[in-house]
Nanobody, 118 residues
Framework: QVQVVESGGGLVQPGGSLRLSCAASGLTGLIFNLYDMGWYRQAPGKQRELVATITSKFRTNYADSVKGRFTISRDNAKNTVTLQMNSLKPEDTADYYC?????????WGQGTQVTVSS
């Protein structure tokens, strides 16, 4: 079973940038590039929502609220997924979670906190 670990969260001022990384491990014979990967976020008092996904074939999908500001990418050689977040807004404040999906299997990380505030 794959495990994913997020990193890169923190405090940033509005208009600033952050880069989140997700590292996958424990692939035990399956290769990372078979997985569809995604970033989700959950703000206090709200449900978890999709931020961006990238399929095994590198097709990307973004929530309308982040289009044009966030970019998801993957490096199959390093088993990592990155979320580049630019022009951050206070409403982007949330815990961000990495997800690895393959058929009926999902693996979630522990999350990394992003706070956008002046």
């Amino acid at each position: 079973q794959v495990q994913v670990v997020e990193s890169g969260g923190g405090l940033v001022q509005p208009g600033g940038s952050l880069r989140l990384s997700c590292a996958a491990s424990g692939l035990t014979g399956l290769i990372f590039n078979l997985y569809d990967m995604g970033w989700y976020r959950q703000a206090p008092g709200k449900q978890r929502e999709l931020v961006a996904t990238i399929t095994s074939k590198f097709r990307t999908n973004y929530a309308d609220s982040v289009k044009g500001r966030f970019t998801i990418s993957r490096d199959n050689a390093k088993n990592t997924v990155t979320l580049q977040m630019n022009s951050l807004k206070p409403e982007d404040t949330a815990d961000y979670y990495c997800n690895a999906h393959l058929k009926n299997y999902d693996s979630w990380g522990q999350g990394t906190q992003v706070t956008v505030s002046s």
